[in-house]
């Protein structure tokens, strides 16, 4: 299928690894510019390095901070133009409610949340000008379920399905389309380091404590394992192209079927 993305430029952020980079990677095997984003330079051009040799198409990467309104600057004043915005950069740490002070609350929010609404509020007039645009919201299923051992985290995945939604209505009938994605447990790089050092700690195998983690904490997947970075970037390379066009406020799920519904 040709998703008609040749000549579209796509910014991904948090695209130096995991999720993000599959997305990136994806997007320009389909033909896209690809805008690669991270806080470190050097990662950032490893990843664009790595995306030129897989995908065969020269992209661009710019290092930000998007836990700052300065850094959100920085960012869309260089990407320039852009067709297609992922809102992919995201933190996560398992905290007890009771020890989550208000420093970690509106730092989480900034990363999670606020990125997503500068980048949009910078990016969306262009796109609309153009009449052309896709936006994706990276949530996740722990906005729908609120996981116990992190609620700041699914918080904020919960407002970024309001916040696309919202988002939606305001453009529309201008050729933009906002959706978000919610993928449920994903062998994403961060993932993998937190397993393998909770391995570590606990003189365990990573692989046993993940099919235990699916077990005992997400017992309603209907894979019984965690999916690849590249199972959930598939689906938001597809809303990036231009046989979505009728896809725009909705909260699309690629989450092994965690979420009890069927809507």
Same mark, same amino acid.
């Given at each position: 299928? &040709?998703?008609?993305?040749?000549?579209?430029?796509?910014?991904?952020?948090?695209?130096?690894?995991?999720?993000?980079?599959?997305?990136?990677?994806?997007?320009?095997?389909?033909?896209?510019?690809?805008?690669?984003?991270?806080?470190?330079?050097?990662?950032?051009?490893?990843?664009?390095?790595?995306?030129?040799?897989?995908?065969?198409?020269?992209?661009?990467?710019?290092?930000?901070?998007?836990?700052?309104?300065?850094?959100?600057?920085?960012?869309?004043?260089?990407?320039?133009?852009?067709?297609?915005?992922?809102?992919?950069?995201?933190?996560?740490?398992?905290?007890?409610?009771?020890?989550?002070?208000?420093?970690?609350?509106?730092?989480?929010? !900034?990363?999670?949340?606020?990125?997503?609404?500068?980048?949009?509020?910078?990016?969306?007039?262009?796109?609309?000008?153009?009449?052309?645009?896709?936006?994706?919201?990276?949530?996740? !299923?722990?906005?729908?379920?609120?996981?116990? !051992?992190?609620?700041?985290?699914?918080?904020?995945?919960?407002?970024?399905?309001?916040?696309?939604?919202?988002?939606?209505?305001?453009?529309?009938?201008?050729?933009?389309?906002?959706?978000?994605?919610?993928?449920?447990?994903?062998?994403?790089?961060?993932?993998?380091?937190?397993? &393998?050092?909770?391995?570590?700690?606990?003189?365990?195998?990573? &692989?046993?404590?993940?099919?235990?983690?699916?077990?005992?904490?997400?017992?309603?997947?209907?894979?019984?394992?965690?999916?690849?970075? !590249?199972?959930?970037?598939?689906?938001?390379?597809?809303?990036?192209?231009?046989?979505?066009?009728?896809?725009?406020?909705?909260?699309?799920?690629?989450?092994?079927?965690?979420?009890?519904?069927?809507?």
């Amino acid at each position: 299928m &040709d998703l008609k993305l040749r000549g579209k430029r796509a910014l991904v952020t948090g695209s130096t690894a995991g999720i993000g980079f599959a997305i990136a990677n994806g997007l320009a095997r389909e033909g896209a510019e690809v805008i690669v984003n991270g806080r470190s330079e050097k990662r950032v051009a490893e990843a664009v390095k790595r995306i030129s040799s897989e995908a065969g198409s020269q992209g661009l990467g710019i290092a930000a901070d998007l836990g700052n309104a300065e850094g959100i600057t920085r960012l869309a004043e260089k990407a320039g133009r852009v067709d297609v915005l992922v809102n992919n950069v995201g933190i996560f740490e398992p905290v007890p409610f009771l020890e989550i002070d208000d420093h970690a609350w509106l730092h989480i929010f !900034e990363v999670n949340v606020m990125s997503g609404v500068r980048l949009a509020r910078a990016l969306l007039p262009g796109m609309v000008e153009r009449g052309w645009g896709r936006v994706v919201f990276i949530s996740s !299923e722990s906005g729908v379920q609120i996981p116990a !051992e992190m609620v700041h985290y699914g918080v904020t995945k919960t407002a970024q399905l309001a916040l696309s939604r919202g988002i939606a209505e305001t453009v529309a009938c201008t050729g933009v389309t906002v959706n978000s994605v919610l993928p449920g447990p994903t062998r994403s790089d961060g993932v993998v380091e937190f397993l &393998d050092k909770l391995a570590r700690e606990q003189g365990a195998e990573a &692989d046993s404590l993940e099919e235990s983690f699916v077990r005992t904490m997400r017992p309603s997947s209907l894979i019984g394992r965690f999916a690849e970075p !590249e199972e959930v970037a598939n689906l938001v390379v597809f809303l990036a192209g231009e046989g979505a066009s009728a896809i725009t406020g909705a909260a699309l799920r690629v989450d092994g079927g965690v979420v009890r519904s069927i809507v």
